[in-house]
């Protein structure tokens, strides 16, 4: 079933499009001090260099923002011209009116209406913010944060509820406040002058089913991008299969122009593994392809042997170093669809399916491997170099079909 996405407005951010028609964006933030400006463009780098298509830095003292200049800079001296995202919180109006050179060399600013201040201090504030905006014609997403919502608001629909006949629930009331922050504060936005097409807007909590109805809710009231994320989403194996979860659900229902994986990574762990990871889920989704894909076994006791295992680690190990070069030199190896199989079983259904795939002898089988091109057995591989033969044939296959 192919997803039809919702056709949201197009937002431009540096030289990416987002909304519109345009294809689901990637997203990533460092976690460097903004003001050590090596390890900050290092790590933009390395995000750049994983997938990331937007990056978002700190920007939370002055030090911070007369960095950005620099860093801009930097990035685009070493050939990496890359939306650059200010993230501010607390005194983003006062930051981005005393150093113009933050406000400039940004391409988009993030603001959280709840934490700009309280009564009018607040108002005052958030004018300031999309004032300096309107001035440099720079968007602006609007992010609001079940952790930072603004409490007055929040304590206002909480004590409407309880007033209720029928109260809702206080997660419900708490959607409600979320959604309504959002868009009030895009309608001020506009008020200020800021162009529609100026603004994306998300609502982030931690819980996957608030998340997707949130989404939903938020989706079939405005036509702004949506961008996508499940908040502090948590550490390994539990971040990535909430995260997945929620942002499968929602990218199924058409919803979300840009994404981002909240993962906390390990100590001293790879932060481009929340870039990976949107990457997967988007390939996953069918809404967008970064790299071929190899479909593999999860092993049985037909496959007692480790072979097919270290067969599908060597193929994986292949394509990843064949990456940058296919994506220059063939781009359309992106849809290449690899099978390694361990027996009898599935294997050679699912190798028939592939574009190329292999049928490993499982334990007690016959030490041969059938090979499959475009559903069709080409070939018996057999012997010790049965994984040099088929990486040979995959590369093979790939300069044939898209050289």
């Not at 976690?31 to 780098?45: E, L």
């Not at 939306?83 to 006062?94: K, S």
Request: hydrophobic letters at 35%.
């Amino acid at each position: 079933m192919k997803i039809i996405r919702k056709n949201t407005n197009l937002v431009k951010v540096g030289n990416i499009n987002i909304g519109g028609k345009n294809p689901v964006v990637v997203q990533s933030m460092t976690d460097t001090d903004t003001s050590d400006v090596d390890k900050t463009v290092k790590q933009i780098k390395d995000l750049h260099d994983a997938g990331s298509e937007i990056v978002r830095i700190t920007v939370n003292n002055d030090q911070a923002a007369k960095s950005v200049e620099i860093i801009k800079k930097n990035l685009i001296d070493d050939g990496y011209d890359i939306p650059l995202v200010g993230d501010f919180h607390f005194i983003g109006h006062r930051l981005l009116t005393n150093n113009k050179s933050c406000a400039e060399n940004l391409d988009k600013y993030r603001i959280n209406p709840g934490n700009v201040g309280r009564g009018d201090k607040r108002d005052e504030n958030f004018d300031m913010f999309i004032k300096v905006a309107v001035e440099n014609n720079k968007p602006v997403r609007i992010g609001v944060n079940a952790g930072s919502l603004d409490p007055e608001l929040l304590e206002s629909k909480m004590e409407i509820n309880a007033n209720l006949q029928n109260p809702l629930s206080s997660e419900e009331v708490e959607n409600q406040a979320l959604i309504e922050s959002a868009l009030i504060s895009a309608e001020k936005a506009i008020d200020l002058g800021l162009k529609e097409d100026k603004i994306i807007i998300s609502c982030k909590v931690s819980r996957v089913n608030q998340m997707i109805t949130v989404y939903r809710e938020l989706s079939n009231k405005c036509d702004f991008p949506l961008h996508l994320g499940l908040t502090e989403a948590g550490m390994g194996m539990k971040g990535i299969s909430y995260t997945s979860v929620a942002l499968g659900n929602l990218l199924y229902d058409g919803i979300g122009d840009t994404i981002r994986c909240s993962l906390t990574p390990e100590v001293n762990g790879d932060r481009t593994n929340e870039v990976k990871l949107c990457q997967e889920i988007l390939q996953s989704m069918g809404v967008r392809r970064f790299s071929p894909s190899v479909t593999s076994c999860p092993g049985c006791g037909r496959t007692t042997s480790t072979f097919f295992r270290e067969l599908s680690e060597d193929i994986q190990a292949f394509l990843d170093s064949k990456r940058k070069s296919w994506s220059k030199y063939y781009p359309d190896s992106v849809n290449l669809k690899v099978a390694v199989m361990g027996c009898v079983v599935n294997g050679p259904g699912e190798s028939k399916s592939a574009d190329i795939g292999i049928s490993l002898p499982g334990s007690g089988e016959s030490p041969k491997a059938p090979v499959f091109v475009d559903g069709i057995k080409v070939d018996v591989l057999q012997g010790k170099e049965i994984a040099k033969q088929f990486i040979d044939m995959v590369e093979n296959y790939v300069k044939k079909k898209w050289g």
